[in-house]
């Protein structure tokens, strides 16, 4: 049958996917701040250690699937860094034991299309995620909850990248991968979506309409699924063309890799 932890799981994403995966016979264990299996805060390390050993308790010690899509895009640009990326890292690492137990193991971190669409991303920002300091990294968070949101995904795209090849993962048969969504029509941005489909050659989406959380839930089954078997620290966009009609040609670089993670003109 299978068992899969999705944190995020009560809204959008999350709980399009969850839905997508009961269809499809899994055991979900859903972690949310409120309508979940696990009630975890993950803005703070007290909170993710706890949905660690909640989830530990939960599954009986083994998970086959991890999908870490919880996230915020505001008010507090702190909070967006530290759930975004922190609660986002320390979630995939502290799970991973669990899924060393598990069959055909996978792992996806949620990003954002915002990581290559958006310019002048703080790489100071960046470092200091990538570095592990949260204390630093929320001290460079800035005003703007945009940018924290971009940059905190930026970040977490090239750790997947960075982490997804190593002996703990791919060595031990588990699989990590990104997903960088785009516009998707969820509760997050539902005040925005009007805007953000005006805003022309800014932001342009060729397929003209937002995304439905159900097509990325229905990407990330198949992420998590045996049939995905040679993904590894693949970033997969999912936005109806926006990045490609934004960055066509910044696309590869010279240099692939993680350090020089595209970020737009």
């Known amino acids: 049958m299978g068992t899969i932890v999705i944190t995020g799981s009560a809204g959008g994403i999350g709980q399009s996917t969850r839905e997508r995966l009961y269809r499809d016979g899994k055991e979900v264990i859903g972690v949310d701040i409120r309508n979940a299996e696990v009630i975890?805060?993950?803005?703070?390390?007290?909170?993710?250690?706890?949905?660690?050993?909640?989830?530990?308790?939960?599954?009986?010690?083994?998970?086959?699937?991890?999908?870490?899509?919880?996230?915020?895009?505001?008010?507090?640009?702190?909070?967006?860094?530290?759930?975004?990326?922190?609660?986002?890292?320390?979630?995939?690492?502290?799970?991973?034991?669990?899924?060393?137990?598990?069959?055909?193991?996978?792992?996806?971190?949620?990003?954002?299309?915002?990581?290559?669409?958006?310019?002048?991303?703080?790489e100071g920002l960046v470092d200091a995620c990538l570095n592990d300091d949260e204390e630093q990294a929320r001290e460079l968070a800035g005003a703007d909850p945009g940018t924290a949101y971009a940059t905190s995904k930026l970040a977490l795209a090239r750790w997947t990248r960075r982490t997804a090849i190593g002996a703990d993962w791919i060595g031990s048969g588990i699989r990590l991968n990104a997903v960088a969504p785009g516009l998707i029509d969820t509760p997050l941005v539902a005040d925005n979506i009007d805007m953000i489909m005006n805003l022309g050659d800014v932001y342009p989406i060729p397929q003209n309409r937002p995304g439905r959380p159900a097509e990325v839930a229905n990407l990330l089954a198949f992420l998590l699924s045996p049939d995905a078997s040679f993904f590894c620290g693949s970033v997969v966009f999912m936005d109806g063309g926006n990045d490609a009609a934004l960055n066509a040609d910044a696309w590869p670089t010279t240099n692939t890799t993680a350090d020089r993670w595209p970020v737009g003109d």
Not at 93 to 102: S, T, V
């Open 40 to 122: 975890a805060d993950l803005s703070t390390p007290e909170g993710r250690n706890a949905m660690i050993g909640a989830v530990a308790a939960t599954s009986g010690g083994r998970i086959d699937g991890l999908v870490a899509g919880a996230g915020i895009t505001g008010p507090d640009p702190q909070q967006v860094v530290s759930i975004n990326y922190f609660g986002a890292v320390a979630t995939v690492e502290g799970l991973r034991p669990l899924l060393a137990q598990g069959t055909d193991s996978s792992a996806i971190a949620i990003s954002s299309n915002s990581s290559t669409t958006l310019v002048s991303l703080p």
